[in-house]
Nanobody, 122 residues
Framework: QVQLVESGGGLVQPGRSLRLACTTS????????MDWFRQAPGKERGFVAS???????NYADSVKGRFTISRDYAQNTVYLEMNSLKPEDTAVYYC????????????????WGQGTLVTVSS
Protein backbone atom coordinates (compact mmCIF):
# COMPACT_ATOMS: atom_id res chain seq x y z
CA GLN A 1 0.00 0.00 0.00
CA VAL A 2 1.16 3.50 -0.84
CA GLN A 3 0.59 6.18 1.77
CA LEU A 4 0.30 9.84 0.76
CA VAL A 5 0.30 12.75 3.18
CA GLU A 6 -0.46 16.30 2.08
CA SER A 7 0.66 19.34 4.02
CA GLY A 8 1.03 23.09 3.64
CA GLY A 9 -2.58 24.16 3.45
CA GLY A 10 -3.99 27.07 5.37
CA LEU A 11 -5.41 30.56 5.13
CA VAL A 12 -3.79 32.93 2.65
CA GLN A 13 -4.72 36.34 1.28
CA PRO A 14 -5.54 36.81 -2.42
CA GLY A 15 -2.50 37.48 -4.57
CA ARG A 16 -0.10 35.70 -2.26
CA SER A 17 1.58 32.32 -2.56
CA LEU A 18 1.45 28.96 -0.85
CA ARG A 19 3.32 25.71 -1.36
CA LEU A 20 1.71 22.35 -0.81
CA ALA A 21 3.67 19.15 -0.28
CA CYS A 22 2.77 15.51 -0.79
CA THR A 23 5.06 13.00 0.85
CA THR A 24 4.83 9.37 -0.24
CA SER A 25 5.75 6.16 1.54
CA UNK A 26 7.46 4.84 -1.60
CA UNK A 27 10.05 6.20 -3.98
CA UNK A 28 8.71 8.49 -6.67
CA UNK A 29 10.58 6.32 -9.16
CA UNK A 30 7.87 3.72 -8.58
CA UNK A 31 5.14 6.11 -9.72
CA UNK A 32 3.92 6.56 -13.28
CA UNK A 33 2.61 10.00 -12.41
CA MET A 34 1.80 12.29 -9.52
CA ASP A 35 -1.26 14.51 -9.68
CA TRP A 36 -2.90 17.27 -7.71
CA PHE A 37 -6.67 17.55 -7.59
CA ARG A 38 -8.91 19.91 -5.69
CA GLN A 39 -12.50 20.04 -4.56
CA ALA A 40 -14.17 23.33 -3.73
CA PRO A 41 -17.23 23.49 -1.48
CA GLY A 42 -20.27 22.29 -3.40
CA LYS A 43 -18.19 21.41 -6.45
CA GLU A 44 -16.88 18.21 -7.99
CA ARG A 45 -13.28 17.20 -7.58
CA GLY A 46 -11.24 18.49 -10.48
CA PHE A 47 -7.78 18.14 -11.95
CA VAL A 48 -5.14 20.73 -11.10
CA ALA A 49 -1.71 19.54 -12.19
CA SER A 50 0.31 16.43 -12.96
CA UNK A 51 3.88 15.35 -13.49
CA UNK A 52 4.90 12.07 -15.12
CA UNK A 53 7.95 9.94 -14.44
CA UNK A 54 9.67 11.42 -17.49
CA UNK A 55 9.11 14.94 -16.19
CA UNK A 56 6.20 15.97 -18.38
CA UNK A 57 3.86 18.41 -16.66
CA ASN A 58 0.28 19.35 -17.33
CA TYR A 59 -1.99 21.98 -15.79
CA ALA A 60 -5.62 22.88 -15.73
CA ASP A 61 -6.37 26.06 -17.67
CA SER A 62 -7.57 27.77 -14.51
CA VAL A 63 -4.15 27.48 -12.85
CA LYS A 64 -1.79 27.56 -15.83
CA GLY A 65 0.87 30.20 -15.37
CA ARG A 66 0.19 30.49 -11.65
CA PHE A 67 0.80 26.99 -10.28
CA THR A 68 3.91 24.84 -10.65
CA ILE A 69 4.23 21.14 -9.86
CA SER A 70 7.64 19.73 -9.01
CA ARG A 71 9.21 16.77 -7.25
CA ASP A 72 12.07 15.94 -4.92
CA TYR A 73 13.12 12.33 -5.35
CA ALA A 74 15.40 12.42 -2.31
CA GLN A 75 12.49 13.38 -0.07
CA ASN A 76 9.82 11.33 -1.88
CA THR A 77 7.84 14.53 -2.11
CA VAL A 78 5.82 16.29 -4.79
CA TYR A 79 5.15 19.99 -4.46
CA LEU A 80 2.52 22.35 -5.77
CA GLU A 81 3.68 25.96 -5.77
CA MET A 82 0.65 28.21 -5.95
CA ASN A 83 1.15 31.86 -6.86
CA SER A 84 -1.25 34.75 -7.38
CA LEU A 85 -3.90 32.90 -5.45
CA LYS A 86 -7.53 33.79 -6.00
CA PRO A 87 -10.59 33.20 -3.84
CA GLU A 88 -11.71 30.72 -6.50
CA ASP A 89 -8.70 28.57 -5.58
CA THR A 90 -10.24 27.81 -2.19
CA ALA A 91 -10.60 24.05 -1.97
CA VAL A 92 -9.37 20.87 -0.40
CA TYR A 93 -6.29 19.83 -2.36
CA TYR A 94 -5.57 16.15 -2.85
CA CYS A 95 -2.45 14.36 -3.95
CA UNK A 96 -2.78 11.33 -6.21
CA UNK A 97 -0.20 8.72 -7.14
CA UNK A 98 -0.56 6.52 -10.21
CA UNK A 99 1.31 3.23 -10.09
CA UNK A 100 1.74 0.64 -12.84
CA UNK A 101 -0.40 -2.48 -12.54
CA UNK A 102 1.22 -5.51 -10.88
CA UNK A 103 0.39 -7.70 -13.88
CA UNK A 104 -0.64 -7.33 -17.52
CA UNK A 105 -4.26 -8.18 -16.70
CA UNK A 106 -4.46 -5.89 -13.69
CA UNK A 107 -5.73 -2.33 -13.61
CA UNK A 108 -3.46 0.59 -12.72
CA UNK A 109 -3.29 1.44 -9.04
CA UNK A 110 -4.26 4.89 -7.80
CA UNK A 111 -3.52 6.15 -4.30
CA TRP A 112 -4.99 9.28 -2.73
CA GLY A 113 -4.03 11.41 0.22
CA GLN A 114 -6.55 12.70 2.72
CA GLY A 115 -6.30 16.27 1.48
CA THR A 116 -5.24 19.65 2.83
CA LEU A 117 -7.49 22.70 2.96
CA VAL A 118 -6.49 25.91 1.22
CA THR A 119 -8.57 28.98 1.97
CA VAL A 120 -7.93 32.14 -0.05
CA SER A 121 -9.60 35.07 1.62
CA SER A 122 -8.88 38.58 2.83
Amino acid sequence: QVQLVESGGGLVQPGRSLRLACTTSRSLFRMNAMDWFRQAPGKERGFVASITNDGKTNYADSVKGRFTISRDYAQNTVYLEMNSLKPEDTAVYYCKASLPPPCIECKPIDAWGQGTLVTVSS
